[in-house]
């Protein structure tokens, strides 16, 4: 066995990150963790440098829904860390594999209130999954591999790790931990039985697949479960990736304003499989699809935390596995000689096809709806489409039809600002898929700054800002409850044409939808990040109705 060599913590800490497999990580650079930038400097190991560390924290976020592994962020101390709290909340009810390191104050100026400090545990204690200290450069090995597992196990979500200044220039003579890998939970046999009996016995059952722990061959495996048993399938708020929209078992997703017709088949169900998700606040249309805490629905929930399972909705079956577990399994699973329910399939994917194929004309020149269908006809399936918080963004999972696994970029949390540093970070991880990120004109202006790091690294993503004037969402509600009486909703926005070619990317105005096509062949044409800076009729708020008919009551 080689002799160990002292290393500092901050050595000790990247050989860690390395021996882990971390490929690339983020970060707003900070005097508190200056030994880790060290070590970093002679690291393979991509750097993204961002202007926010809330940028920063969602573009790991975006690496962990894109990769099933964990991002990585480093911060400084006190505001560098709060500001990368958005990010946290967003890895914690998204169930997204993260790891966010913060500088700390040196460990003999803890409880002074030192420059900057903060009690991490205290702060992050009810978003993170662990909170942790490292308080001797010896155990960093220890303690980064089991945050490697907290962050991937189970429900996966964030860690916090905080690092004292001295703990990192402290040498320490230690071995790196191996490379932690997941365990997953598999069905018990008896358990795939009694699925079996439930959905000989159903009638109109429907799959709905959610949360996190898939990947790739897992969504195949569901596919094929899908087709011998010719169920409805359906996917839950914002996890559109996880059933192919062109497959004829596809019945649309669960979210926010779900297609009617679809939210009736939910409650209609006799048998409902939940595999994966929490049919939580928004997918479960305010906790009204289910009833609580006993459904009318024989419910059955596959979760990879046994916690989960009965939290929310007491089940007829819980399945504790993790959903690429269960997905294998399934192969054990025989359908019954006869299907009743083939006809139902049927309309369940006519309904969603009527849903989503032809847009509804509304005021404005710039129809939101005709350049999403143009889009959907344009793009490759391997196209990965990002987008935060906001109405606009109701135009993009109506009409966008997802076909690939991991390319959508979305907070579940309903987090605003996320768009568009998940698609810096989607670019930089698969340069060959075309990316492009929708924000409204709040939402751009919460993480704009990003826009900078797409320049700096020579990302050439497409973003189109779909510009009302105001908090539109916001704005919808208000004139739902107090109608005609707008209060702090009203925006007054830049030229974002302008503001990209100022940070020396392209730039371009759209004001009608013949505008439209010409400008994203252009933007993409330059190899450049690229902004469109397209302008929506205030009345377009939604796909269905203008904002007079929600004043109105219609």
Not at 311 to 325: D, E, F, H
Request: proline share 7%.
């Amino acid at each position: 066995m080689t002799d160990l060599q002292a290393r500092t913590g901050g050595r000790i800490l990247v050989d860690q990150l390395l021996a882990q497999g971390v490929e690339r990580l983020t970060c707003v650079p900070g005097e508190s963790y200056l030994a880790v930038l060290d070590a970093l400097h002679d690291a393979s190991i991509d750097v993204l440098v961002c202007r926010n560390e809330g940028g920063a924290a969602m573009m790991a976020e975006a690496y962990g829904k894109l990769t099933g592994r964990p991002g990585v962020c480093f911060v400084t101390r006190g505001p560098g860390a709060t500001n990368a709290s958005p990010g946290l909340h967003i890895a914690a009810q998204d169930s997204t594999p993260m790891i966010l390191f913060v500088g700390q104050v040196e460990s003999a100026m803890k409880g002074r209130e030192a420059f900057q400090e903060l009690d991490y545990r205290a702060v992050f204690g009810s978003i993170a999954k662990w909170v942790v200290e490292i308080d001797d450069a010896a155990r960093i090995p220890e303690l980064v591999a089991r945050a490697f597992r907290v962050a991937t196990q189970g429900r996966p979500g964030p860690v916090v790790i905080a690092l004292p200044e001295d703990v990192l220039t402290d040498l320490a003579t230690v071995a790196d931990a191996p490379k932690v890998e997941p365990v997953e939970t598999w069905p018990g046999l008896t358990d795939m039985v009694r699925l079996q009996k439930l959905l000989w016995a159903a009638e109109r059952p429907l799959v709905i697949l959610g949360g996190s722990r898939w990947s790739e061959k897992a969504v195949r495996q569901m596919v094929r479960f899908a087709e011998r048993f010719d169920l409805p399938v359906a996917t839950s708020f914002r996890r559109a990736t996880l059933f192919p929209a062109k497959h004829p078992n596809y019945a649309g997703d669960v979210g926010i304003g779900p297609n009617p017709k679809l939210a009736a088949r939910v409650k209609e169900a006799d048998v409902l499989v939940l595999v994966g998700g929490r049919l939580s606040e928004m997918p479960s249309s305010s906790y009204t699809l289910l009833d609580v805490p006993t459904p009318r629905q024989t419910l059955v929930h596959v979760h990879a935390n046994a916690e989960e399972i009965g939290r929310v909705y007491q089940p007829a079956l819980g399945i504790n596995a993790s959903a690429s577990a269960f997905a294998a399994a399934l192969e054990t699973v025989h359908p019954p000689v006869s299907i009743p329910w083939g006809e139902r399939t049927r309309e369940a994917r006519a309904d969603f096809l009527a849903w989503t194929e032809t847009p509804k004309t509304l005021p404005g020149a710039f129809q939101y709806g005709e350049v999403m269908a143009w889009l959907r006809a344009r793009l490759p399936e391997d196209t990965i489409v990002c987008n935060g918080a906001g109405n606009y963004a109701i135009w993009v999972h109506r009409y966008w039809r997802t076909n690939s696994f991991a390319s959508q970029l979305a907070p579940t949390s309903g987090s605003m600002g996320y768009g568009l540093p998940a698609a810096v970070m989607a670019k930089r991880q698969r340069p060959e898929s075309p990316v492009v990120c929708f924000a409204g004109d709040g939402c751009f202006l919460m993480n704009g700054q990003e826009f900078a790091t797409a320049v700096q690294y020579g990302i050439p993503i497409v973003v189109l800002v779909i510009d009302n004037g105001m908090f539109g969402t916001i704005r919808m509600h208000q004139e739902r409850h107090y109608p005609g009486r707008p209060s702090a909703t009203a925006l007054t926005n830049p030229d974002f044409n302008a503001y990209a070619r100022a940070f020396g990317g392209h730039g371009e105005t759209v004001w009608t939808t013949e505008e439209f096509a010409p400008a994203f062949e252009r933007a993409v044409a330059s190899g450049k990040p690229a902004i469109l800076h397209c302008f929506i009729d205030p009345q377009a708020i939604t796909p269905a109705k203008t904002l007079d008919e929600i004043s109105l009551g219609g």
